[in-house]
């Protein structure tokens, strides 16, 4: 067979994106090899610390539910109807993601989702290698080196085509980038996050709304909690790097206690283990990716992290690669030439990364310093009040991204003119009762056509 129309292909990185891509390849007859650096989380267990919680959304489980895994990830999920605010003075406010509970997103622990993705690609036919990290690649002769960890020992394997699922790190993107420029540059934000678990109550019940995604907002800085199907909340706490307070400040256990008995008052009872989880777990950093170029000809293309690691306030990172892994699929089952195939992924998948990228950085300030706003309360009383006046024309931008499977920068712009429209028509504004509701119908047949 020729390169062109052999259907076979390798994927570096057996971790969310991996498995899916795998499955959804293997289930249309193309022989899948995947390798990764760690263990079988299988055999040896998930090693956590610094794995934020996952929200699963539409887009995600569009891809769950080709690949066949929707219905076991489920069983796991919790559901999350919105988000329940904590104010500095113990009020709480829960403020829905859509109108109903069938506009939800569900919470899922990134180990026991990775464990249920590699069953179901085994079971389709994926050929897995464990304890294999991607050392370097002779893309000329198409054979990559893979190392053992544990030994050292050195493994090669030929290649018709690599696909880097191998995330923000990757390896394969390294080894591209020695080949040609990526336009590779990386934007830190500044803050990093620690994470922290809440765990069952003496009943075995949860300790506070299990179907939420609770926020403590505090200007610069915040905490957030996530629910997990065994009655446990994953806790975690975004700081700046810098200042007071920061990570350059609060260094210990008891630095973290007194912080919370400043700023989280009522989450601090929530969590026993606050000193131990705080200096045993690692800061992990906060990071966007960019690049130019996802793909060398027809030899290797990054998804995912690997192609454009965001930031993860608006959730949608894991379904953003989920998305990448059925664009791929589906270009490579449509086109026979690979640098075609990947050419055309790229085109489509680049545009609508940078616009999520854009659209988790904006939602970051607007979890930590504006959800306890009254402009913005405002705001989303009007947002929902339109959305329900106007359902072919106004869909709040969180729906577009959520509960819709619209490109990302189709969403990222239309979300844009509705912001401006919200913000002007509240103006001068207090209370819905005050506004002129012809003149705001008026505004919004002019301005927002009707969306396909």
Request: aromatic share 8%.
């Given at each position: 067979?020729?390169?062109?129309?052999?259907?076979?292909?390798?994927?570096?990185?057996?971790g969310?994106?991996?498995?899916?891509?795998?499955?959804?390849?293997?289930?249309?007859?193309?022989?899948v090899?995947?390798?990764?650096?760690?263990?079988?989380p299988?055999?040896?267990?998930?090693?956590?610390?610094?794995?934020?919680?996952?929200?699963?959304?539409?887009?995600?489980?569009?891809?769950?539910?080709?690949?066949?895994?929707?219905?076991?990830?489920?069983?796991?999920?919790?559901?999350?109807?919105?988000?329940?605010?904590?104010?500095?003075?113990?009020?709480?406010?829960?403020?829905?993601?859509?109108r109903?509970?069938?506009?939800?997103?569900?919470?899922?622990?990134?180990?026991?989702?990775?464990?249920?993705?590699?069953?179901?690609?085994?079971?389709?036919?994926?050929?897995?290698?464990?304890?294999?990290?991607?050392?370097?690649?002779?893309?000329?002769?198409?054979?990559?080196?893979?190392?053992?960890?544990?030994?050292g020992?050195?493994?090669?394997?030929?290649?018709?085509?690599?696909?880097?699922?191998?995330?923000?790190?990757?390896?394969?993107?390294?080894?591209?980038?020695?080949?040609?420029?990526?336009?590779?540059?990386?934007?830190?934000?500044?803050?990093?996050?620690?994470?922290?678990?809440?765990?069952?109550?003496?009943?075995?019940?949860?300790?506070?709304?299990?179907?939420?995604?609770?926020?403590?907002?505090?200007?610069?800085?915040?905490?957030?909690?996530?629910?997990?199907?065994?009655?446990?909340?994953?806790?975690?706490?975004?700081?700046?790097?810098?200042?007071?307070?920061?990570?350059?400040?609060?260094?210990?256990?008891?630095?973290?206690?007194?912080?919370?008995?400043?700023?989280?008052?009522?989450?601090?009872?929530?969590?026993?283990?606050?000193?131990?989880?705080?200096?045993?777990?690692?800061?992990?950093?906060?990071?966007?990716?960019?690049?130019?170029?996802?793909?060398?000809?027809?030899?290797?293309?990054?998804?995912?992290?690997?192609?454009?690691?965001?930031?993860?306030?608006?959730?949608?990172?894991?379904?953003?690669?989920?998305?990448d892994?059925?664009?791929?699929?589906?270009?490579?089952?449509?086109?026979?030439?690979?640098?075609?195939?990947?050419?055309?992924?790229?085109?489509?998948?680049?545009?609508?990364?940078?616009?999520?990228?854009?659209?988790?950085?904006?939602?970051?300030?607007?979890m930590?310093?504006?959800?306890?706003?009254?402009?913005?309360?405002?705001?989303r009383?009007?947002?929902?009040?339109?959305a329900?006046?106007?359902?072919?024309?106004?869909?709040?931008?969180?729906?577009?991204?959520?509960?819709?499977?619209?490109?990302?920068?189709?969403?990222?712009?239309?979300?844009?003119?509705?912001?401006?429209?919200?913000?002007?028509?509240?103006?001068?504004?207090?209370?819905?009762?005050?506004?002129?509701?012809?003149r705001?119908?008026?505004?919004?047949?002019?301005?927002?056509?009707?969306?396909?």
């Open positions: 067979m020729s390169m062109d129309t052999d259907r076979r292909i390798t994927i570096v990185g057996a969310l994106a991996g498995a899916v891509l795998a499955t959804l390849l293997a289930q249309r007859g193309w022989g090899d995947v390798y990764e650096k760690r263990g079988d299988r055999v040896q267990g998930y090693a956590g610390g610094r794995s934020i919680n996952l929200a699963l959304a539409e887009r995600g489980r569009h891809a769950l539910r080709l690949a066949g895994a929707d219905e076991a990830v489920m069983r796991q999920a919790v559901m999350m109807r919105g988000r329940m605010v904590h104010f500095l003075d113990g009020r709480t406010d829960l403020q829905r993601y859509g109903d509970d069938s506009e939800v997103i569900w919470s899922v622990h990134r180990g026991e989702l990775n464990v249920i993705l590699l069953d179901i690609a085994q079971h389709a036919g994926v050929r897995l290698h464990f304890h294999r990290g991607l050392e370097s690649v002779d893309f000329a002769a198409r054979r990559a080196r893979f190392v053992d960890p544990r030994d020992s050195a493994h090669e394997a030929q290649f018709v085509s690599l696909v880097g699922a191998d995330g923000a790190g990757s390896a394969l993107r390294a080894a591209m980038a020695r080949q040609a420029d990526l336009g590779e540059r990386t934007e830190y934000l500044g803050h990093s996050y620690k994470e922290l678990e809440i765990p069952p109550a003496p009943d075995g019940g949860f300790r506070i709304e299990p179907n939420a995604l609770h926020v403590w907002p505090r200007g610069r800085y915040m905490c957030i909690a996530l629910p997990n199907d065994e009655r446990t909340f994953t806790v975690t706490l975004f700081l700046p790097n810098a200042g007071e307070p920061s990570f350059a400040s609060v260094r210990s256990g008891a630095d973290a206690r007194a912080l919370f008995a400043r700023d989280f008052a009522d989450a601090l009872p929530l969590i026993p283990d606050l000193e131990r989880d705080f200096e045993r777990n690692p800061t992990g950093l906060l990071a966007t990716l960019y690049l130019d170029r996802w793909h060398l000809a027809g030899e290797a293309v990054l998804l995912g992290d690997a192609a454009h690691a965001m930031v993860p306030f608006h959730g949608q990172g894991m379904n953003c690669a989920f998305e892994c059925v664009a791929l699929a589906g270009h490579l089952d449509a086109q026979p030439d690979r640098a075609a195939a990947f050419a055309a992924f790229q085109a489509e998948r680049l545009p609508n990364a940078r616009a999520i990228q854009a659209m988790a950085l904006e939602n970051y300030l607007e930590r310093d504006r959800v306890d706003d009254d402009d913005y309360l405002l705001q009383a009007l947002e929902r009040a339109l329900e006046r106007h359902p072919d024309r106004f869909v709040p931008r969180y729906s577009m991204v959520t509960f819709l499977r619209i490109p990302y920068a189709l969403a990222f712009e239309r979300g844009r003119l509705q912001r401006e429209l919200l913000v002007e028509l509240t103006r001068g504004h207090a209370s819905l009762d005050t506004l002129d509701w012809d705001v119908d008026a505004a919004v047949r002019e301005r927002l056509p009707p969306l396909a």
